[in-house]
């Protein structure tokens, strides 16, 4: 019998997260303050984060050690499994093995819990008693609320609207673990007061929720603000699912030659992607790294390698990414947890000095992969994970061609229970493919901050 899921036990779950910041080859610019564009001090991040994560975000460490208290929860659902996509090989009739690693099977359906646990944990140690924070798809505010309600916090969650009109039941999910949910922009915030003045019908953005979470968190020294993705300690507490991978891959007896992952702040694609490119750096491996973003929001194909705001109201710092401009609002694509401006820093320098590879679909090539997926291996992907479904598919139709075994490894991010009137839409033909949206770019990267460094 061919063996299919590589499993580890409770025992095997890594113990200690890896900080790829130790292996830069150059060290990254510094976060640079909104206002001043000076570089940020920790005083000014106290205001919304505890010192533990600030250490963790500027940490050269290359390791540090999850905390006992972390751990124990993430055990509700880790290890989780690394499976081997033979009926999808079948399916496409490549001679590639593609194996998939499921963060779908998290008691919210994806990857975000790795970090809201942690993120909750520290802030509660800190003696912080409420989080607020902004969710796209509702991924990132479900793992949040549910990290929260087991560390007996409050939470706030102010949603993309668009978001919040296409998946009621995320949003129920959320007030199920206790969080309190809004729709953005809204009427609670200066920011979003702003911004529906300009905009009345706006159906928001990433960068719009993120500024009504951090003003509140700015305004009230009892609450701190939680970020999903993007930020190094945040991708440093995902490298969890690529230490587990490269165990399980022991297991399996294979070497990957690439490994894939969706891209939205990049903190899935790192928490893969990062402790291979250990292994390129430190063991001589050749893995190529493979990050896959929407056509409809092409940051890292298309956009430029540059300081910009974080958020489109310009509370949240300046960093060093690539970016369309925080005042580009991408098309409201269905995979909500895509249509950000910017990514991750460290991913940025890594794709500038030619770690990372990009790659863009729209939502239409995207769909049929994750159909594809679907019916041959029996899970219903989120519509985010299905860029790196595409990306894999592709490969193993390349290898096909040119008869080669290529072991392809793509990180499923998350299950799309929630998704399935996105699924309706595809099904009926009704999917709308947004062009490339050049002169919208264009206008947002005239408004990037001019920092002297
Ligand atoms: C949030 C989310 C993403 C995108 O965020 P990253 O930080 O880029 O990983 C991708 N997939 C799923 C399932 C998500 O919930």
């Given at each position: ?14 113990t200690?997260?890896?900080?790829a ?8 610019p ?6 001043t564009l ?6 000014d ?7 533990e ?11 540090i050690d999850i ?7 993430l ?22 093995k593609?194996?998939y690693?499921?963060e779908?099977?998290s008691?919210?359906g994806?990857?975000?819990?790795n970090?809201?646990?942690a993120q ?13 924070t ?8 479900s793992?949040?609320?549910m ?9 706030k ?11 009621p039941?995320?949003r ?12 953005s922009?809204?009427n ?21 929720a ?6 509140v ?24 699912i690529g230490?587990?991978?490269i165990?399980?891959?022991?297991l399996?007896?294979v070497?990957p030659?690439?490994?894939?992952g ?9 928490g893969l ?11 001589g ?13 092409p940051t890292m194909?298309?956009?430029i ?28 694509i269905?995979?909500g ?9 460290l991913?940025?320098a890594?794709?500038r ?9 729209p ?14 291996e029996?899970i219903i ?9 595409r990306?894999?598919i592709d490969?193993?139709?390349e290898a096909?061609e040119?008869g ?14 929630f998704?399935l ?19 919208m770019?264009h206008?947002?990267?005239d408004?990037l901050p001019?920092?002297?460094?």
């Open positions: 019998m061919m063996q299919t899921h590589f499993l580890l036990t409770q025992n095997d779950m890594p200690r997260w890896y900080n910041q130790a292996d830069l080859p150059t060290p990254l510094p976060a640079i303050h909104p206002a000076q570089p940020v001090t920790p005083a991040l106290e205001l919304i984060f505890p010192r994560l600030i250490l963790q975000e500027v940490s050269t460490e290359r390791y905390p006992a208290e972390v751990q124990e929860i055990r509700l659902w880790r290890p989780t499994p690394l499976i081997r996509a033979v009926r999808l090989e079948k399916a496409l009739g490549t001679p590639a593609i194996f690693k499921h779908g099977v008691p919210v994806s990857h975000k819990p970090t809201a646990v909750a944990y520290y802030n509660k140690i800190a003696g912080i008693e409420r989080l607020s902004e969710t796209g798809a509702g991924q990132w505010g793992a949040l609320a990290a929260c309600s087991f560390f007996e916090m409050a939470c969650v102010y949603m993309v609207k668009v978001s919040y009109q296409q998946k039941y995320r129920s999910l959320m007030r199920l673990f206790g969080a309190e949910v809004t729709p922009p809204s609670e915030t200066e920011a979003g007061r702003a911004i529906l003045a300009r905009d009345p019908e706006s159906t928001g953005s990433l960068g719009m993120i500024s009504e979470a951090v003003e968190a700015m305004k009230d020294p009892g609450v701190n603000y939680a970020l999903g993705s993007v930020l190094n300690h945040v991708l440093m507490h995902q490298t969890i230490e587990e991978t165990k399980q891959l022991d399996a007896g070497a030659d690439v490994v894939i969706c891209v939205g702040g990049g903190s899935n694609f790192g992607a990062l402790p291979f490119f250990r292994q390129n750096v430190q063991d491996a050749t893995t190529r790294l493979v990050a896959v973003e929407p056509a409809a929001c194909t298309k956009g390698y540059a300081f910009d705001y974080g958020d489109t109201a310009r509370m949240a710092p300046v960093v060093k990414m690539d970016t369309l401009g925080h005042e580009f609002v991408p098309a409201g269905h995979a947890g895509l249509r950000y401006h910017g990514v991750s820093p991913l940025a890594l794709h000095q030619g770690f990372i590879t990009p790659v863009a679909y939502q239409n090539d995207v769909f049929e992969a994750a159909t594809i997926f679907a019916r041959s029996g992907p989120a519509p985010e994970s299905s860029h790196a479904i990306a894999a490969e193993a139709l096909k040119r080669e075994e290529r072991v392809i490894v793509f990180g499923l991010s998350g299950h799309g229970h998704d009137s996105a699924y309706d839409l595809y099904l009926e033909g009704k999917l709308t493919d947004y062009a490339y949206p050049e002169e770019i206008q947002a990267l408004k001019k920092v002297a460094l």
